[in-house]
């Protein structure tokens, strides 16, 4: 293996897990035996319209190794376009789970052309060889690795004799080289040509990835603990460039949904605002600060006893929390809820009753409700498969929102969590549980599911047993689909059904939802964040991979905790990550319950980072939200590692401390305390400072001044960026003059786009696409194609170059039409 960007792990860990796993992981079973293998032979294939059907058979004696060798298999290669192959092996009787089109629609594209790639295979022992044809370059070569297909354990992979830089394998959280939360089996493979492809499995079962080398070899080998080998190769057009490959990858997984423009202003959450005069107290103390503040969040203190749809009738009584919803709107303000799917088990309470007698929940194998332990005590979970939990789901909605119509849904703990293992709370009476549960039980091989709970093959789970902190594996579905099945979808259906909830509720606003775990497509339907971050220094570091990993995922919407949310902050910390945080794209300061406060306005030193980090933010949200626009369209990457845009800088691909923001914005933040500068690398061209506009000359590494409360800030010469004067609210700055900042390259050349419309349609009626370009050295010419007209107009314009720093603020250009600026 080359460098392995991004901190690419040994074991790539897949099962979402709960919040609070202590249990040390064992480490996987070694799989040496599995080499022993005899593998498939194909025994016919034939050619179809666009690809190739085959049969394969196990070459030799069933070896067994982890579960049962599965002797008849169907190979289907499909030539989806030129720059898409799809190769499918699964068993002639589909009996092995696959992910459900309903789940994640099944793309059907037009058939290649002139296909970019070359698919060849050997048939004694099958194996298979993806060539990029133009020149030669083996993306993957599946002889070198035994593939070995099981009802319970699925080996494959590819070895080749090239340098492999693969990305996007890791989420950033806690704890770092297990499993957490979601689940994407993608990578990004970059090769010393300079070209990358990208490598997509539709597999829902837990799973180790490994990734090894040598001098000249490299290596990835999955091992499923079921299902198919469903494998998408995306080469990314002729040049193979990363962003061609992501805007392919969610050809194939569907489009970022286009944000709200108000989702990308501040957010503030806490898990301890115990009471709506603590919540409206923040909003009041931000105000005074004069720190902007976008979105006020609630944690799950406003529930009564922790039930969802619930307010607690002290702490947050509904009048209060009407009143101080109607104030907030009337301040331009939003406020999102927390709600998590584990039901309250008891009959008194509505959406449980309801629930059960819709038969929309989980359950045990003798079909009886599967009971499990959240925060509100005994709980069933809804099952997202179940023919009416739409609709169930929906109308709890429904009913909530009616009294209480807040702006956004958090949809968390849905990995599922659940506190303990296996069915905890089968068989109790519903109510609180008493205490802690015991110790995990201890099934031995006699017990009925042993295999759902205790799989041959253990994969590098957080927890011994895969059923730990979460719903027991061996738990029904509707149509019998297990858990152990479907485990990793659960909260990517839960972001799907309450998508569509909202959109039944308010049928023409684009519905906000950050949802914990997520699945490759829930990047149309919801916004994510890392989960429970730590706030020490490294996990401020750990955002920049995490968040550049799902750009890469198609979910572009993304943010960490500002300042950590377990344990206490500190004020130099929190200074560094309010800088910093101020430009994730999903901007939220959010710590837990037994913690210090970290609000912003806490400290003085805080305050200042962080009024001056989001001048700048709110200054470029024409900026920002254009980028969403083309994720939207495109699924190109808001943030991007500086690989995305200088690929053939070998420099650049090893880099995760800086990122940027779209095309034309370079971030250089601090990273470690006690730092006053640092020291950051500038690609090929002029990059002017934000603040001063000095210029940097790349290529090169430069050390920037970086005094506490400052974040250094670049744009790329070359550029023209959209930006709007900034006031308190989104709403308000979206009423103030536009202005331009023309950055000119070494010859005087500047480019750049925007897209605007009303900010909140689902699908907006009017929008408008504006190009800006240098023409004939002193003039910026306007071209706008579209029908929305907002508020504000063209004032002014930033010009700067090599000797130059000019303003002109005598413009009075509408947006809607097209235009030349002399200057
Ligand atoms: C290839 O196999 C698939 C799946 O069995 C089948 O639907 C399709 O008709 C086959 N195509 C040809 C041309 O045999
Ligand atoms: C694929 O791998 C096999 C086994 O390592 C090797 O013999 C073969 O030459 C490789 N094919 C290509 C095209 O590299
Ligand atoms: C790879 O390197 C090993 C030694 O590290 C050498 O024995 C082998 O021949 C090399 N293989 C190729 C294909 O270059
Ligand atoms: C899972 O299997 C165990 C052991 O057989 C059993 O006690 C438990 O009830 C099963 N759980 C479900 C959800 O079926
Ligand atoms: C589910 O399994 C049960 C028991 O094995 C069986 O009776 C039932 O028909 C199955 N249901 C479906 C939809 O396959
Ligand atoms: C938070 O930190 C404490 C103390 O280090 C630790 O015991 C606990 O497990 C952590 N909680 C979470 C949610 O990670
Ligand atoms: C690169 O930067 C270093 C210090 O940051 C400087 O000494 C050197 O001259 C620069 N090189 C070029 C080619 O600009």
Not at 17 to 33: G, N, V
Not at 369 to 392: K, L, M
Not at 561 to 586: I, K, M, Q
């Amino acid at each position: 293996m080359g460098r392995l960007v991004f901190e690419l792990l040994l074991a790539l860990l897949i099962t979402g897990l709960s919040r609070f796993s202590t249990i040390k992981y064992k480490y996987p079973t070694p799989a040496h035996d599995a080499n022993q293998c005899s593998g498939y032979r194909l025994t016919s294939i034939s050619p179809t319209d666009h690809g190739l059907n085959g049969s394969l058979v196990l070459a030799g004696n069933s070896c067994n190794v982890y579960g049962n060798d599965i002797s008849n298999l169907a190979l289907e290669v499909t030539y989806e376009t030129d720059d898409i192959l799809h190769v499918k092996i699964y068993d002639v009787e589909e009996r092995q789970f696959q992910v459900p089109d309903y789940v994640l629609p099944r793309k059907r594209f037009q058939g290649a052309k002139n296909p970019a790639y070359e698919f060849s295979y050997t048939d004694n022992t099958f194996g298979f060889v993806v060539k990029r044809k133009n020149n030669g370059e083996v993306l993957f070569n599946s002889t070198g690795v035994q593939m070995v297909f099981e009802d319970q354990f699925v080996k494959f992979g590819s070895q080749v004799h090239d340098i492999m830089n693969v990305y996007g394998t890791r989420d950033i959280g806690s704890p770092l080289r297990e499993n957490i939360y979601g689940v994407h089996p993608f990578y990004l493979d970059l090769r010393r040509s300079g070209r990358s492809h990208g490598v997509f499995l539709r597999n829902s079962h837990g799973m180790d990835v490994f990734l090894s080398s040598t001098s000249n070899t490299s290596e990835i080998e999955y091992r499923a603990l079921g299902g198919v080998i469903d494998l998408y190769f995306i080469l990314g057009g002729e040049d193979g460039s990363p962003k061609t490959v992501i805007e392919q990858y969610t050809d194939i997984i569907g489009k970022p949904h286009m944000p709200n423009y108000w989702a990308l202003g501040w957010h503030q959450c806490r898990w301890g605002y115990k009471t709506i005069e603590m919540v409206k107290e923040v909003v009041e103390n931000y105000k005074k600060a004069e720190i902007p503040l976008e979105v006020m969040w609630t944690d799950i203190d406003y529930m009564d006893q922790y039930r969802d749809f619930t307010f607690h009738p002290i702490n947050f009584p509904l009048s209060k929390v009407q009143s101080f919803l109607a104030e907030l709107h009337s301040q331009n303000q939003k406020h999102v809820l927390i709600v998590d799917p584990a039901i309250y088990n008891g009959d008194d309470y509505a959406p449980y009753k309801e629930g059960a007698d819709l038969d929309v929940f989980i359950k045990n194998r003798d079909g009886s409700i599967y009971y499990g332990r959240v925060w509100p005590g005994y709980t069933a979970f809804p099952d997202w498969f179940a023919p009416n939990t739409q609709s169930w789901w929906t109308r709890q909605f429904q009913r909530f929102l009616k009294d209480v119509p807040v702006d956004g849904i958090w949809i968390d703990m849905n990995e599922p969590a659940s506190f303990c293992f296996g069915s905890c709370g089968t068989g109790h009476p519903p109510g609180e549980p008493p205490g802690d549960s015991p110790g995990d039980p201890v099934f031995g091989p006699g017990v009925p599911d042993y295999n759902l709970l205790n799989p041959p093959y253990s994969i590098r789970n957080g927890s011994p047993y895969l059923s730990s902190k979460t719903v027991a594996t061996n738990a029904t579905h509707w149509n019998n689909y297990t858990e152990y099945q479907t485990h990793n979808l659960y909260g990517h259906m839960e972001g799907i059904a309450t998508y569509k909830t909202l959109i039944t509720i308010n049928p023409k606003t684009r519905p906000f939802i950050l949802s914990r775990s997520t699945f490759p497509g829930s990047g149309a339907y919801v916004g994510h964040w890392s989960g429970d971050n730590w706030a020490s220094w490294p996990y401020l570091y750990y955002s920049i991979p995490g968040i550049l990993n799902f750009q890469m995922y198609g979910i572009p919407y993304v943010g960490a905790d500002v300042c950590g949310f377990n344990e206490s902050t500190d004020e130099e910390l929190c200074n560094r990550w309010h800088s910093l945080g101020a430009f994730y794209p999903f901007a939220r300061n959010h710590n837990a319950h037994n913690t210090i406060a970290q609000e912003p306005y806490v400290w003085k030193s805080v305050t200042e980072a962080t009024k001056k980090a989001l001048h700048v933010r709110y200054t470029l949200l024409p900026y920002y939200y254009t980028l969403f626009a083309v994720a939207h369209e495109k699924g190109t990457p808001v943030w991007r590692a500086l690989m995305f845009e200088f690929t053939d800088d070998y420099e650049t691909w090893n880099i995760d401390k800086q990122f940027m923001i779209g095309p034309a914005v370079l971030v250089t933040p601090v990273l470690e305390a006690g730092h006053v500068d640092v020291e950051g690398y500038f690609p090929k061209g002029i990059w002017y400072d934000w603040y001063t506009h000095d210029p940097i000359y790349g290529a090169n590494w430069t050390k920037v001044d970086a005094p506490l409360g400052h974040i250094p800030v670049h744009i790329r010469g070359g550029s023209i960026i959209l930006t709007q004067r900034p006031a308190y609210t989104t709403t308000e700055s979206r009423e103030q003059p536009f202005e331009l900042i023309v950055a000119l390259d070494e010859t005087g050349h500047a480019s750049g786009e925007a897209y605007l419309d009303d900010g909140v349609s689902l699908e907006p009626v009017e929008s408008l696409r504006i190009s800006f370009r240098i023409c004939d050295k002193w003039q910026v010419v306007m071209t706008s194609v579209g029908s929305y007209k907002p508020n504000a107009k063209l004032e002014k314009l930033i010009i700067i170059g090599v000797g130059l720093d000019l303003v002109i603020d005598d413009v009075h250009v509408d947006m809607d039409k097209n235009a030349i600026i002399t200057f």
